[in-house]
């Protein structure tokens, strides 16, 4: 399904029980609404699922041009407001776990539970250098030229080589994402700096990481928990960044014993 959510039009799915509480899936750069796909059986059976594609990603629109983070936030509230659904648990990973932190501080009203996942808080200055580089190389030569060095920091290297599933599923999405929505989200992410801010969120929260994750290591968890009052932090080993994927009933456990929870 595609909707119109403000200036651009969003691709979204909406699934499992009708009357049930709603929860929310945001997705990682260069990924799509299917990112989620090994979650869906554990979800929809207990939840309505929305998951969607961000701006720049899968089916939703990728206007040119950098993006914000209020800007993928307010997208994340406009889908809401164009499906009447008042309040969510949300669920975010990587990029989505930033617009989850964003939606948090800026809509807390509408927010029951919140998951943050391999995700960080603040982009240091020392990794601007990288980021420009991603783009550079995006630009000039295409998402092609970054496929195998992104592939190695979401997956662990014994999970590479044993292909394990979802990997070739993950390189078809990134491959296939728009260049200008890859650019212009980290364009966004570049920017990140919520984490003077965190101790403002109040609602229960969730912070899983992978134990093997390179790019937002256990350490940028373990200050995103030190902030949110109250909130628990789960550590998956043998995960690197997307370890919903590679550790999936493990993240499935861990997720759905905190969305039953009434802590």
């Known amino acids: 399904m595609r909707i119109k959510t403000g200036a651009i039009t969003t691709h979204y799915e909406l699934s499992g029980p009708k009357d049930a509480p709603v929860v929310m899936l945001s997705h990682s750069l260069g990924s799509d609404l299917h990112m989620w796909d090994p979650q869906m059986a554990a979800l929809e059976a207990r939840w309505r699922v929305l998951r969607y594609d961000t701006r720049g990603h899968g089916g939703s629109d990728a206007p040119e041009g950098a993006y914000t983070l209020g ?74 030229a970054l496929v195998d060095s992104t592939l190695a920091r979401w997956f662990t290297a014994d999970y590479l080589r044993r292909k394990g599933p979802g990997v070739e599923a993950t390189r078809r999405t990134f491959l296939s994402s728009p260049v200008a929505g890859y650019i212009g989200c980290t364009e966004a992410m570049r920017r990140l700096n919520y984490l003077d801010d965190l101790a403002r969120i109040r609602r229960p929260t969730l912070i899983v990481v992978g134990a093997d994750d390179p790019g937002t290591p256990v350490a940028v968890s373990q200050a995103i928990h030190e902030r949110i009052a109250g909130s628990k932090l789960v550590i998956l080993p043998s995960a690197s960044h997307l370890g919903n994927i590679e550790q999936a009933q493990a993240f499935n456990s861990a997720l759905t014993e905190f969305l039953e929870s009434s802590d």
């Open 71 to 144: 800007q993928l936030v307010g997208d994340a509230a406009s889908l809401l407001d164009a499906l009447a659904i008042a309040k969510v648990h949300f669920v975010g990973l990587s990029m989505g776990g930033m617009i989850a932190q964003g939606f948090a501080l800026s809509h807390p009203e509408r927010l029951d539970r919140l998951a943050l996942c391999d995700t960080s808080a603040f982009m240091p200055s020392g990794a601007q250098p990288i980021i420009q580089e991603r783009i550079d190389t995006a630009r000039k030569e295409g998402l092609a």
